[in-house]
């Protein structure tokens, strides 16, 4: 089941804040995030584990919570180089069932 | 230290035709994902092979194969290509199995079908 990201884009002034939503309509063991400039690869931002922790990395933190089956990130005083596709990858079981299943992305824009 | 690496960057083929691609890990990975990226549709996962072996794939009909080599690089082959198989397709490799490991990806094989 893929992870439903909300918005789908978001426009913002550098120095803005903004948040990006991934919801699962079913239990989450993982949930991953990942930025992707325009026609480059994916790279890893932070992996957030069922726990409810809250991770950051710089300007940028995440929290998940498992009994809402959601994650969101946080984009704090955001910079030109933020500009990008953000993905959130869910994971719902660990094993050989293991995979991570994205959302179709949200796409930020920072202007100056 | 090397990254993840692909190739051919791009491919062009025609319907009907087989395609092979390809993908080398980062060094001391032995998971290898591929995902397919199609036009607003995300990130689509394919298959993912840990030392050797083929231990899950996504909902890709047969067509989709591929395979791991002794050294963990990795082949995606794609038979009787269609028109909707025209995508970007990405290859990741992560140090182990396990929620706790990030995915590092190449800069993918752009696949078009003519």
């Known amino acids: 089941q893929q992870p439903v990201q909300s918005p789908q884009a978001v426009i913002l002034r550098e120095g803005e804040d903004a948040v990006i939503n991934c919801s699962s309509s079913k239990a989450l063991y993982s949930v991953h995030w990942y930025r992707q400039k325009h026609g480059e690869a994916p790279v890893f931002l932070m992996i957030?584990?069922?726990?409810?922790e809250q991770k950051g990395h710089d300007k940028i933190s995440a929290s998940f919570n498992e009994k809402k089956q959601q994650s969101s990130l946080y984009l704090t005083a955001s910079q030109l180089s933020y500009s990008g596709t953000y993905f959130c990858?869910?994971?719902?079981?660990?094993?050989?069932?293991?995979?991570?299943?994205f959302g179709k992305g949200t796409l930020l824009t920072v202007n100056p | 230290e090397a990254g993840v690496t692909q190739s051919p960057t791009h491919l062009i083929k025609t319907r009907g035709q087989q395609a092979t691609l390809r993908c080398s890990p980062i060094s001391g990975h032995t998971s290898v994902y591929w995902y397919q990226q199609a036009l607003g549709l995300g990130l689509q996962f394919l298959l993912w092979?840990?030392?050797?072996?083929?231990?899950n794939r996504g909902n890709f009909p047969p067509r989709f194969s591929g395979r791991q080599f002794p050294n963990y690089s990795s082949e995606l082959n794609v038979n009787a290509l269609e028109l909707e198989d025209s995508a970007l397709y990405l290859c990741?490799?992560?140090?182990?199995?396990?929620?706790?490991?990030?995915?590092?990806f190449g800069d993918g094989t752009r696949l078009s079908i003519l």
């Open positions: 957030l584990l069922k726990g409810g």
């Open positions: 092979y840990d030392e050797g072996e083929e231990r």
């Open positions: 990858g869910t994971e719902m079981g660990g094993g050989s069932n293991y995979k991570l299943t």
């Open positions: 990741a490799s992560s140090l182990s199995i396990g929620s706790n490991q990030p995915q590092h």
